[in-house]
């Protein structure tokens, strides 16, 4: 039902001075800065220092899969199985050794256990490491969710705040600060998932089937990362048929009376 253009007016003056306007008063790009730094700040106020073994599950061990995987070992435990994480995470290691930001790449660069000294420091510059690469994924995702979601609702003021909570939930921050195939699952997902939305709301959209296409192979990756991701995967996968299914129905009837001639693709 179209909304007569006094009426869309008188919303528009009410949205104004509704709460979210007085809540979310500074620039969107000002507040999403506010949100990257505030996230940063809280990484290395609480989590970047802790001891490389205070969070051992799953820190020393994406780590340590993330060394086999340099020396071109096979994993040893696939009960998640973690694979994208630990993939990104030997290219991260490898990266840092490039630039000579660290030594303990692969598990024979790893110093002996004999020498403690020199195996904690390994240890802790390698956890460390990891860290700033889950904040690096989490920051992406604050990101990107922020896009998605202000070109889905076309409300940069709301998008804000909904990125505030986000980023700033207990979720995120806690997976921010340590090495979990949670937080890759989940933003894969989430971004599968707005970007199908975007699409379901933009018929005339000319990259349109891309966007169709796109969410139905990026849920397949968090399978790769975390098993658990096959609820999510069953919903944003329901959502994939669905646009199919509307996809193939609109083209064999045709649109709406009314709507524009020009066809969507």
Not at 49 to 67: E, F, N, S
Not at 197 to 211: F, M
Request: hydrophobic share 50%.
């Amino acid at each position: 039902m179209r909304v007569p253009s006094d009426g869309l007016a008188e919303l528009r003056q009410a949205a104004d001075v509704n709460g979210f306007r007085r809540l979310c008063w500074f620039d969107p790009i000002t507040g999403l800065s506010a949100i990257v730094i505030g996230l940063i700040a809280s990484f290395f106020l609480f989590g970047f220092w802790y001891p490389y073994w205070r969070v051992g599950d799953m820190d020393l061990m994406i780590v340590y899969k993330a060394w086999l995987l340099n020396d071109g070992l096979p994993q040893e435990h696939t009960h998640h199985p973690g694979y994208l994480t630990i993939v990104l995470l030997g290219l991260w290691f490898q990266l840092l050794h490039a630039v000579g930001a660290l030594d303990a790449y692969s598990l024979q660069a790893l110093p002996s256990a004999a020498n403690i000294p020199a195996y904690e420091h390994a240890w802790t510059v390698a956890v460390r490491s990891a860290r700033v690469e889950s904040l690096l994924i989490a920051l992406a995702f604050v990101t990107t969710f922020y896009l998605l979601l202000q070109r889905f609702l076309r409300d940069r003021q709301v998008a804000v705040i909904g990125t505030f909570a986000l980023a700033f939930s207990g979720g995120l921050v806690m997976h921010a600060r340590i090495v979990r195939t949670e937080l890759l699952s989940a933003g894969l997902i989430t971004t599968a998932l707005l970007v199908l939305l975007i699409a379901a709301q933009s018929p005339r959209l000319r990259i349109r089937p891309l966007l169709l296409g796109w969410p139905r192979c990026l849920p397949c990756l968090p399978l790769k990362t975390r098993c658990k991701a096959c609820s999510s995967f069953a919903l944003c996968r329901s959502f994939c048929c669905l646009s199919g299914a509307a996809t193939v129905i609109r083209t064999v009837f045709g649109a709406a009376l009314g709507a524009p001639g020009r066809r969507w693709w």
